[in-house]
């Protein structure tokens, strides 16, 4: 992908289903860098089509799942998909590395997709 802090790793089920794997641990200096850089994926990932992310068996084209840690403690990371943000509580310090989880699965479609736009593997 043309990212520059997130590298994905990913997998692809017998049904076509594609899974997308990324941890980043960048210097704090970098963290609103990273966090720009999940908000774009997630704000495309929206765009893709009408529904939110959800559950592909329960028919759904795309879902997400977000991990976030600072320090010791976890950072809850809540999308807003109407205006496209990512809110972090408690936020981190300008101080504070990070250490960041994202997992982006989607149907065939979602998939060639993102392929596209992102130039993923």
Known sequence: MD????EFDCSEDSEGVVCW????????RHTPALLHEVTQL???AHR?????PGPLEDGADW?????????????????NSSNQT????????????????LSISG??????????HWNAP
Request: no cysteine.
């Open 21 to 28: 794997d990324a941890l980043a641990q960048p210097a704090a």
């Open 63 to 79: 879902d997400f799942d977000l991990h976030i840690r600072g320090g010791d403690a976890p950072i809850s990371a809540h999308w």
């Open 3 to 6: 990212l520059q802090f997130l």
């Open 86 to 101: 990512l809110a972090l509580s408690p936020s981190p310090s300008p101080r504070e590395e990070i250490t960041l989880s």
């Open 48 to 52: 893709f089509g009408p529904q939110e």
């Open 42 to 44: 997630l704000a495309w």
């Open 107 to 116: 149907t065939p479609a979602f998939a060639l997709a993102l392929r596209d």
